[in-house]
Nanobody
Framework: QVQLVESGGGLAQPGGSLRLSCAAS????????MYWFRQAPGKEREFVAAISWIDSSTDYADSVKGRFTISRDNAKNTVYLQMNTLKPEDTAVYYC????????????????WGQGTQVTVSS
């Protein structure tokens, strides 16, 4: 069993930055694909970023490419999301997730989810 706990959310100004962390406990995540999703009020859950356990290759939603960076530190059992040049439309609850296979379309099958952390971008 893996427990995922997100942190680092909060209020940021447009153009500002935040770094989200997702700390795992219970088991190592060294052999899991790790994901970040977000959900804004009244909208569907949206894929943000993913990182492979095999080679640390990454995948991003078009809306965040060039602004967000996902990374992982297996020694710390933690995945990060560095968010730069934030926009109001980035406002959402951000969730991390872990799964043994890679398929961003089947989030219903993911093994583990965190509780989410709120990110608000506003002037």
């Amino acid at each position: 069993q893996v427990q995922l706990v997100e942190s680092g959310g909060g209020l940021a100004q447009p153009g500002g930055s935040l770094r989200l962390s997702c700390a795992a406990s219970g088991r190592t995540i060294s052999m899991y694909y790790m994901y970040w999703f977000r959900q804004a009020p009244g909208k569907e859950r949206e894929f943000v970023a993913a990182i492979s356990w095999i080679d640390s290759s990454t995948d991003y939603a078009d809306s965040v490419k060039g602004r967000f960076t996902i990374s992982r530190d297996n020694a710390k059992n933690t995945v990060y999301l560095q968010m730069n040049t934030l926009k109001p439309e980035d406002t959402a609850v951000y969730y991390c997730a872990a799964d043994r296979i890679y398929d961003i379309r089947r989030t219903d099958l993911y093994d583990y989810w965190g509780q989410g952390t709120q990110v608000t971008v506003s002037s």
